[in-house]
């Protein structure tokens, strides 16, 4: 209910304006509410106060990312991999950045690192196919369609992709 929370965060703000834990929350119930300027306008507030806070880039980047703003959210995953080098969800959302700007070896190099970092998925094997795909990788993609469809055995679009891969390829 981000239109009942709302009230309480601009109380919690205007209480502790030096707090960055209200106005990074008030940011996401502001995204919730399709409110991306007031969003951007809390998360950046939030970063101001404590140029640490993970969450609030994170965050940011995503909505910037919503936004086709690529480049801007590819920064902001990348200073929260500079916080935290460990979080793999940033590696998966920089990468979902980089292949919005269409630099597919940066997102591949990013998937992978998630990978390594535990992020195993069928989701995950299937995009990275799909990206060495477009970047000629027939074995590498092949690879990874099979280790989706490991990872799950109904998940259609890696035997799809897959297929097409070997339909497309003689």
Do not use: H
């Not at 209910?1 to 209200?22: M, Q």
């Not at 502001?30 to 640490?52: C, I, K």
């Not at 992020?119 to 299937?126: D, P």
């Not at 280790?147 to 992709?161: E, G, H, L, P, V």
């Amino acid at each position: 209910k981000p239109k009942e929370a709302l009230p309480f965060l601009d109380r919690a703000i205007e209480i502790d304006p030096e707090g960055p834990d209200g106005y990074g929350n008030r940011g996401v119930i502001r995204s919730a509410l399709q409110d991306g300027t007031g969003a951007l306008e809390d998360y950046d507030s939030a970063l101001r106060l404590n140029p640490e806070f993970t969450e609030a880039y994170f965050n940011r980047g995503s909505l910037r990312a919503k936004n086709g703003e690529f480049a801007e959210a590819v920064a902001d995953y990348s200073q929260v991999i500079f916080l935290t080098p460990q979080d793999a969800e940033a590696y998966l959302n920089r990468a979902g950045a980089y292949r919005g700007m269409g630099k597919a070896p940066s997102a591949i190099e990013d998937l992978t690192k998630a990978m390594e970092l535990g992020a195993k998925s069928a989701g995950v094997y299937n995009d990275r196919g799909v990206l060495r795909t477009g970047e000629g990788d027939r074995k590498g993609a092949i690879e990874d369609y099979t280790a989706a469809i490991q990872c799950d055995s109904n998940y259609s679009r890696a035997y799809f992709n897959r297929g097409v891969l070997f339909q497309t390829s003689g």
